[in-house]
C-alpha cells in the first residue's frame, strides 16, 4: 500500500533514517544535509527555500581533516572532496595530499578514492604530482589491469600527451617567429 506523503519527503526520511544508523565520518555531513532538507520538506517551504537552508551551512575541506582517506572512499564525500579541490589553495591541497599520499595506491584501486587521485593530477601543485607519480613507479602494469585503477593510468597518460602537445606547439610557434 503506497503511503500518502509526497514522494520527495519520503526519500529524504529514509535516507535520513538509514545514514542515522551509519558510523562512518561523513555521515554526520551528510546527515546535516539531509537533516536540512527533511526539515525545509517538513516546513512545507517553496523550493528557493530548501535550497537556500540546504545551502547555509558550508563545509571546508579543514572540517574532515584526519577523515580524508574515509571521505575519499565514500561516494558523497569523495565528490565533495574533488569540487573543493578544484578551487582549494595550496596549503588546503596540502592538508588533504598529506593524509591521502600514504594511502594513495589502496585509493587508486578504490570504485570511489580513484577519483581523488585523478583530481590531484589534475589540481595538484608539481611537487603533489611528481609524488603521486614516484607512488605509480613499478604499479603500472598493477593498476592497468585493475578496473578503477586502470582510470588512473589514464588520466596521467592525459595530462602527459596534453603537456608534451603544449611543448611540441610552443616550440612550432617559437621557430615560426
Given at each position: 500500500?503506497p503511503?500518502?506523503?509526497?514522494?520527495?519527503?519520503?526519500?529524504?526520511r529514509?535516507?535520513?533514517?538509514?545514514?542515522a544508523?551509519?558510523t562512518?565520518?561523513?555521515s554526520?555531513f551528510r546527515y546535516?544535509?539531509s537533516?536540512?532538507?527533511s526539515?525545509?520538506?517538513?516546513?512545507s517551504?517553496?523550493y528557493a527555500s530548501i535550497n537556500s537552508l540546504?545551502?547555509?551551512v558550508?563545509?571546508?575541506?579543514?572540517?574532515i581533516?584526519g577523515?580524508?582517506v574515509e571521505?575519499?572512499?565514500?561516494q558523497h564525500?569523495?565528490?565533495?572532496?574533488?569540487?573543493?579541490?578544484?578551487?582549494?589553495n595550496?596549503?588546503d591541497?596540502?592538508?588533504v595530499?598529506a593524509e591521502i599520499?600514504?594511502?594513495?595506491?589502496?585509493l587508486?584501486?578504490?570504485?570511489f578514492g580513484?577519483?581523488?587521485?585523478q583530481?590531484?593530477?589534475e589540481h595538484g601543485?608539481?611537487?603533489?604530482i611528481?609524488?603521486l607519480?614516484r607512488v605509480l613507479?613499478?604499479n603500472?602494469?598493477?593498476?592497468?589491469?585493475q578496473?578503477?585503477?586502470c582510470?588512473?593510468i589514464?588520466?596521467?597518460r592525459?595530462?602527459?600527451l596534453?603537456?608534451?602537445?603544449?611543448?611540441i606547439?610552443?616550440i612550432?610557434?617559437?621557430?615560426s617567429?
Amino acid at each position: 500500500m503506497p503511503s500518502m506523503m509526497p514522494r520527495r519527503t519520503r526519500v529524504v526520511r529514509s535516507w535520513r533514517s538509514s545514514e542515522a544508523t551509519r558510523t562512518t565520518a561523513s555521515s554526520s555531513f551528510r546527515y546535516s544535509l539531509s537533516l536540512s532538507l527533511s526539515l525545509s520538506l517538513s516546513l512545507s517551504l517553496p523550493y528557493a527555500s530548501i535550497n537556500s537552508l540546504t545551502h547555509r551551512v558550508r563545509h571546508h575541506l579543514q572540517d574532515i581533516v584526519g577523515h580524508i582517506v574515509e571521505f575519499s572512499q565514500d561516494q558523497h564525500g569523495s565528490r565533495f572532496i574533488q569540487q573543493k579541490l578544484e578551487t582549494a589553495n595550496v596549503p588546503d591541497k596540502q592538508l588533504v595530499f598529506a593524509e591521502i599520499l600514504p594511502n594513495a595506491l589502496s585509493l587508486m584501486i578504490d570504485v570511489f578514492g580513484n577519483y581523488v587521485i585523478q583530481k590531484f593530477f589534475e589540481h595538484g601543485t608539481a611537487e603533489q604530482i611528481k609524488a603521486l607519480g614516484r607512488v605509480l613507479e613499478g604499479n603500472v602494469l598493477v593498476l592497468s589491469l585493475q578496473m578503477y585503477g586502470c582510470r588512473v593510468i589514464q588520466k596521467v597518460r592525459l595530462r602527459s600527451l596534453v603537456r608534451i602537445a603544449l611543448d611540441i606547439l610552443t616550440i612550432v610557434w617559437l621557430f615560426s617567429l
